[in-house]
């Protein structure tokens, strides 16, 4: 009841102490008024409605009018004192407004629950406790902890108390947690049952396109049957995948012809049986630790936890992933990435395996631990697999049917591997229409001819290179010369930090140790160190080519994406536009020049990466994965569009997996292994 410091609250409490008071005389003379309550708070009713005495100087209220209309100071608000036991001095002394009416509370004294005011546990601030009076407490059917909550015992500050069922990540660290019993069992993914796929007359045209990425395929896939899917670069293998998962979207996504069925249902109702490997791992990681994000599928199935913990390691110690469980996902490299979005779709032990080139950016013992990892997986839950894989000889022993799309639409060939590799009919059909059939090769072009390489254009002295500013160095001591004209493979395992060295060797990543430097010939008075170039000066001497060739699309069509280069170095159209005329023919993009470059297939936006690097004609080219998504016939153009530029002196630094590029292109081989590089090779 003490007083407000506005005088116009002074009327309303006189008000409220008159009624105050009444009540306690009314209490004092109907001693029975508090029967309602229960026999053990009765005394306490009373001994609140007890008429106040005078207060004495060590009353804990005492004082309380000096507090709050002295000058302001800081940490004194207008709170209450903490109440403490009866006696208990607060050092106030004595003097005018000693007593100011206010009754003292006799309550026993309550240990802290959390130690006390002054403790580590929070932020505390002299003058704000707000510990409220105690009664026994009236709270029935909940741990004392929690009605020690409700009622504010020992807390330095007011809070709401927060309770929850059991302790997750993200929640209220301070939480109290409260048991209850199980509303039955969880459905367990234990028990999987292979699916059936069915399409018939399917068609499928995205959106913003003028023709059908797939048309015309009519196919009935077998439960528990593994099918190894074929075709050349865009004949439309990834849709037919996404549309298998029920991912491919509605009608604002693209017009669909046809109907595909999983167990004589869309696929749409049936999304929980599929599991879905990309082409992009980027593209399906959402959490931030591995360890969260192969079990967050199994997660959304309701599989126990326990079980869940089981098979996140049981899964990527079966596909080769030897990091800690809170590693970053961001931290690591892309054959990393591509095994972690593998095992998290085999975590949830789905009824049909959807891969779209599983072992694309792996090194060769990847591809087994792959291969077979997802053969034990098959072998447990006899699951339904279609896989989609340039490296058919990886899969056919796997596989129970090969199926090969035709690039018009429908379907080539379907059958047996034997059948349809080993027949020299078959093969010469699906070797002309671009795939890759096991034991051959393309041919290819004869080279312009050797060149005898030039003066030193780029060159690395020490050099140690690191993935993030403050990030450790994942390769130290790198020496290495770039001549004119020369070629160089950067080969080794994943995660060995071949990116990392090919991004630093463009100017794109400060060296951590080291230097990297340009001769004057390549750098044209830019200076010595590319990492200090501006991009228009870079963009004309060092071309990039990521490994994921996402990251660096900027428009909204492929024309534009190929202008985007030259015209960011201000070169005259007139000599840039019949280049890129003649780069898209070569690399097969001219019918896709309208096209949204986000809606191609992996191996079309791989060529496009490519050619909008060689559109500036840059003289030193650093390529991630240039072979990546590619079908017999690309890579073989490919393949030869790079033999002429380094006829022509410039320089071609790549970052591959495949042998038989490293091979077919020449030049020297740097061989990464964990923490150093070194020379293996030279033409």
């Known amino acids: 009841m003490a007083r407000r410091r506005h005088r116009r609250r002074v009327g309303p409490r006189r008000r409220r102490r008159r009624h105050l008071l009444r009540l306690v005389r009314r209490l004092q003379r109907r001693p029975t008024a508090d029967r309602r309550l229960p026999a053990a708070h009765r005394p306490l009713h009373r001994r609140l409605a007890d008429r106040r005495g005078a207060r004495r100087p060590d009353h804990p209220q005492a004082?309380?009018?000096?507090?709050?209309?002295?000058?302001?100071?800081?940490?004194?608000g207008p709170a209450r004192h903490p109440v403490r036991a009866v006696g208990a001095a607060l050092g106030i002394p004595s003097g005018p407004r000693g007593g100011t009416g206010v009754p003292a509370l006799p309550v026993p004294e309550v240990e802290p629950r959390r130690g006390t005011a002054g403790g580590a546990r929070c932020r505390h601030r002299p003058g704000r406790e707000r510990e409220h009076p105690l009664q026994r407490p009236l709270v029935r059917g909940v741990p004392a902890v929690v009605?020690?909550?409700?009622?504010?015992?020992?807390?330095?500050?007011?809070?709401?108390?927060?309770?929850?069922?059991?302790?997750?990540?993200?929640?209220?660290?301070?939480?109290?947690?409260?048991?209850?019993?199980?509303?039955?069992?969880?459905?367990?993914?234990?028990?999987?049952?292979?699916?059936?796929?069915?399409?018939?007359?399917?068609?499928w045209r995205h959106a913003g396109r003028p023709g059908f990425a797939v048309r015309g395929v009519d196919l009935h896939i077998e439960p528990g049957e593994r099918v190894l899917l074929l075709g050349a670069s865009g004949s439309g293998k990834s849709t037919l995948l996404s549309a298998l998962a029920g991912v491919l979207g509605d009608a604002e996504e693209g017009e669909q012809e046809g109907r595909i069925l999983l167990d004589g249902e869309p696929p749409a109702a049936r999304r929980g049986r599929a599991g879905l490997v990309l082409q992009d791992p980027d593209s399906q990681i959402v959490l931030a630790r591995v360890g969260d994000e192969?079990?967050?599928?199994?997660?959304?199935?309701?599989?126990?936890?326990?079980?869940?913990?089981?098979?996140?390691?049981?899964?990527?110690?079966?596909?080769?992933?030897?990091?800690?469980?809170?590693?970053?996902?961001?931290?690591?490299?892309?054959?990393?990435?591509?095994?972690?979005?593998?095992?998290?779709?085999?975590?949830?032990?789905?009824?049909?395996?959807?891969?779209?080139?599983?072992?694309?950016?792996?090194?060769?013992?990847?591809?087994?631990?792959?291969r077979d990892a997802v053969v034990r997986i098959l072998d447990r839950t006899h699951a339904t697999l279609v896989v989609v894989e340039h490296r058919v000889a990886v899969w056919a022993d796997v596989v129970d049917r090969v199926i090969v799309l035709g690039s018009g639409g429908g379907i080539l060939a379907d059958g047996p591997p034997a059948a349809v590799l080993g027949d020299p009919a078959t093969r010469s059909v699906?070797?002309?229409?671009?795939?890759?059939?096991?034991?051959?090769?393309?041919?290819?072009?004869?080279?312009?001819?050797?060149?005898?390489?030039?003066?030193?254009?780029?060159?690395?002295?020490?050099?140690?290179?690191?993935?993030?500013?403050?990030?450790p160095a994942v390769l130290k001591g790198v020496e290495l010369s770039l001549p004119e004209g020369s070629?160089?493979?950067?080969?080794?395992?994943?995660?060995?930090?071949?990116?990392?060295?090919?991004?630093?060797?463009?100017?794109?990543?400060?060296?951590?140790?080291?230097t990297v430097t340009a001769a004057d010939t390549l750098a044209r008075g830019a200076g010595a160190d590319p990492a200090r170039w501006k991009s228009a000066r870079l963009v004309q001497r060092i071309g990039s080519v990521f490994q994921d060739p996402e990251h660096q699309f900027l428009t909204g069509t492929v024309a534009q994406e190929l202008e985007f280069g030259p015209r960011s170095a201000r070169l005259p159209a007139a000599e840039y536009g019949p280049r890129i005329e003649a780069l898209a023919e070569r690399l097969r993009l001219t019918h896709l020049l309208r096209a949204n470059p986000f809606t191609l297939s992996g191996g079309e936006k791989r060529r496009l990466s490519v050619a909008t690097v060689l559109a500036t004609r840059p003289a030193v080219l650093v390529l991630d994965e240039p072979t990546f998504g590619q079908d017999a016939g690309t890579w073989a153009e490919l393949v030869g569009l790079l033999r002429g530029l380094v006829a022509e002196g410039r320089s071609v630094v790549s970052v591959t997996h495949d042998d038989d590029f490293t091979r077919a292109l020449g030049g020297g081989i740097l061989e990464v292994r964990a923490g150093s590089a070194g020379l293996t090779a030279a033409a």
């Open 63 to 76: 004082g309380r009018c000096h507090l709050l209309r002295g000058p302001r100071r800081r940490g004194v």
């Open 147 to 203: 009605r020690a909550v409700r009622l504010g015992v020992g807390r330095p500050r007011c809070r709401t108390a927060v309770l929850a069922c059991r302790a997750r990540a993200g929640e209220d660290r301070g939480a109290f947690l409260l048991r209850r019993r199980a509303r039955g069992g969880p459905v367990t993914a234990g028990s999987t049952r292979p699916v059936a796929a069915t399409a018939e007359g399917w068609g």
């Open 294 to 370: 192969v079990a967050f599928g199994a997660e959304n199935l309701s599989v126990p936890p326990p079980e869940i913990w089981r098979r996140v390691r049981e899964t990527l110690d079966d596909v080769g992933l030897d990091v800690p469980l809170d590693r970053s996902t961001s931290a690591l490299s892309g054959g990393q990435k591509q095994r972690l979005a593998l095992a998290a779709v085999l975590a949830m032990r789905p009824g049909l395996l959807l891969l779209d080139e599983p072992t694309a950016n792996l090194d060769p013992q990847g591809v087994t631990e792959v």
């Open 487 to 514: 070629a160089l493979s950067i080969v080794g395992a994943n995660g060995s930090g071949k990116s990392t060295l090919a991004l630093t060797l463009a100017g794109l990543l400060r060296a951590r140790a080291g």
């Open 430 to 471: 699906l070797a002309a229409a671009g795939v890759w059939i096991p034991g051959w090769c393309p041919p290819l072009a004869e080279a312009p001819g050797t060149r005898t390489p030039g003066p030193e254009l780029l060159a690395a002295r020490g050099l140690s290179v690191a993935r993030t500013r403050r990030g």
